[in-house]
């Protein structure tokens, strides 16, 4: 176990963060810990609140560790366990912190800039993120490998792409679709530009230059419309 921790550190400390949080909603919302008091008060994010006090920014990033039940968080739990272990063995510790955050913050933009009535929460925005830039990196490069973890990731990508819709189309959604394409679209750009540890992309550098640019367009444009 220990071992494990070391090689995989910012896996294990997302999850430890994220089932804490949990943990603590439960305790101090004995029994309510799935009310929108105890998802406002713990970092939901809900748009309107952001709007009307721009020092509550923080709430792009607070979504990521907040869950709306137990089946939400063992499901985004056991997810991050396994993609996370998949994402930080390619792009290194540090980096893949960053892509996780990076890819929750776009999805939680667009949750803002789409939806500002809703409050979400989960790490699915994240989550997203990451099953998009392991498909990103898989298409582009040329390592067998690769390809084939994308090809799975990219099945899964369609599958829960279909329930979101599903769920949407029920009438009483309790998914955050535009929070979920969003990370996917977050994680995916973050992934042309932020280099990885284990393989070479071979991404040439105009096309990283492009990746970057539009994710700073894209988070600060919808961020800027958003709070306008």
């Known amino acids: 176990m220990l071992k494990d921790f070391k090689k ?119 989550l997203f993120g990451l099953f998009a830039a392991i498909v990103t990196i898989s298409y582009i490069g040329s390592n067998a490998v690769l390809k084939q973890i994308g090809n799975q990731f990219l099945i899964l990508i369609a599958l829960n792409l279909v329930f979101n819709i599903m769920d949407l189309l029920s009438g009483h959604p309790s998914i955050s679709f535009v929070g979920h394409l969003g990370g996917a679209w977050g994680g995916a750009l973050v992934a042309l530009w932020l280099p990885m540890n284990r393989f070479k992309s071979n991404i040439p550098k105009g096309l990283k230059l492009l990746a970057l640019f539009a994710y700073l367009f894209f988070a600060f444009g919808m961020l800027g419309l958003a709070l306008s």
Request: glycine share 10%; no cysteine; hydrophobic share 55%.
């Open 8 to 126: 995989y550190p910012a896996t294990y400390i997302l999850l430890s963060v994220t089932v804490l949080i949990f943990l603590a909603m439960n305790i101090i919302y004995f029994g309510r810990a799935t009310s929108s008091a105890a998802i406002y008060r713990f970092g939901g994010m809900y748009g309107r609140a952001v709007q009307y006090d721009n020092r509550q920014l923080w709430r792009l990033v607070s979504p990521v560790f907040v869950h709306i039940g137990w089946e939400h968080l063992i499901i985004n739990g056991i997810s991050l366990y396994f993609v996370g272990r998949i994402a930080e063995e390619l792009w290194g510790t540090v980096k893949f912190f960053i892509l996780y955050l990076l890819a929750g913050i776009m999805g939680n933009i667009a949750t803002l800039f789409f939806t500002p009535d809703v409050l979400a929460a989960g790490a699915s925005t994240s």
